[in-house]
């Protein structure tokens, strides 16, 4: 049928039934000179993560949550979920006894061990993977895994995955495992899917300076099975201060030892070990540590170079 409009408030009304949209009339430009600060910075500290999942253990048990972990949404709303526009973040932990089942997704994801006394561990694929403190962990999309821990003490640690991605795209996929939970899997003592604390440590002490001044010295963690994250060390000498860095990427950062600060978009955030603070698209900001420091940096470089949208400002 074709339309009848005498006037443009006409046209629009009678495009409304179609779901047509006139161009020329948006409330909002889709298009912009530069990126739009959504995402705020924001810092999560781990003495008080520390000590909710401290109490959480007593209330919340494996059987009923698939994990007990603690998410750190971004404080933009109405957001109540994504840390980044393209990650999450979250600290969890596992007593000692329990068995966090096993299962798989889509999403990538990872995590960097926090504390324990060596009894936490993970199943990745089949095999059974020691956390350490100071580990990293991978768990790359689609691969089975669960974890437990057989120490006296429980084991805490901060997770990071792609799922904002996934879900942006509609390509989540999930599934438990069968056996719920792989008890005879056998122990790699050399997983190309652990890096222990021992060997990041040596690598940043043979690691040169950034020459541009915005990550001390730097190491980047050989990580091809995650094609949407890439994973940083970062160690940063007592007083100095790091060159301003202002990126389309998405930057997840983990205090792995040392206390200092970031200024980020003018904002301070005071940090000290095992805290995470997140410096959102295009939002610059710069290191300042008040001792000697290690920072674990968490990006989506790889995504943004893969679609040729990774810039850096002045």
């Known amino acids: 049928m074709a339309i009848k409009a005498d006037s443009l408030e006409d046209l629009y009304a009678a495009l409304t039934p179609d779901h047509f949209d006139a161009g020329w009339n948006k409330k909002t430009p889709s298009l912009w000179p530069e990126p739009r600060k959504t995402y705020e910075p924001f810092l999560w500290r781990y003495r ?6 401290e109490r959480a253990g007593g209330l919340i048990g494996t059987e009923l949550a698939e994990r007990r972990n603690l998410i750190m949404a971004n404080p933009h709303a109405p957001n ?3 840390t980044s526009a393209t990650l999450i973040s979250a600290y969890q932990m596992l007593l000692p006894g329990e068995h966090a089942r096993s ?5 990538n994801a990872l995590r960097l061990i926090l ?3 060596g009894g936490a561990y993970t199943i990745v694929n089949g095999e059974r993977i020691a956390m350490m403190a100071g580990d990293v962990v991978l768990t790359p999309s ?15 640690w901060i997770d990071y995955l792609d799922v904002p991605v996934v879900q942006s795209i509609e390509s989540m996929f999930y599934e438990n495992h069968p056996a719920g939970f792989e008890h005879d899997a056998p122990v790699s003592d050399a997983s190309p899917l652990r890096f222990t604390a021992a060997w990041i440590e040596a690598q940043l002490s043979r690691a040169k300076a950034d020459p541009r001044g915005r990550f001390g010295r730097e190491i980047t963690l050989d990580t091809p099975s995650l094609r949407t994250i890439r994973l940083h060390m970062d ?14 990427a998405s930057n997840i950062y983990s205090v792995v030892s040392g206390r200092g600060k970031t200024i980020i978009d003018g904002q301070t955030f005071k940090w ?14 710069q290191h300042m540590p008040e001792t000697d420091a290690v920072l674990f940096r968490v990006t989506d470089e790889p995504l943004l170079e893969a679609i040729g949208m990774l810039r850096e400002g002045p």
């Open 48 to 53: 008080a993560g520390h000590d909710a999942l």
């Open 80 to 82: 109540n979920y994504n």
């Open 103 to 107: 299962h798989r997704h889509t999403p």
């Open 115 to 117: 504390e324990g006394d």
């Open 142 to 156: 689609w691969m089975w895994h669960g974890h437990g821990n057989s120490g006296s003490v429980p084991g805490y």
């Open 235 to 248: 160690a940063h000498a007592a007083g100095t201060a790091t060159a301003p860095y202002q990126t389309t």
């Open 272 to 285: 000290e070990k095992g805290d995470v603070f997140v410096a959102p698209p295009w939002r610059s900001h």
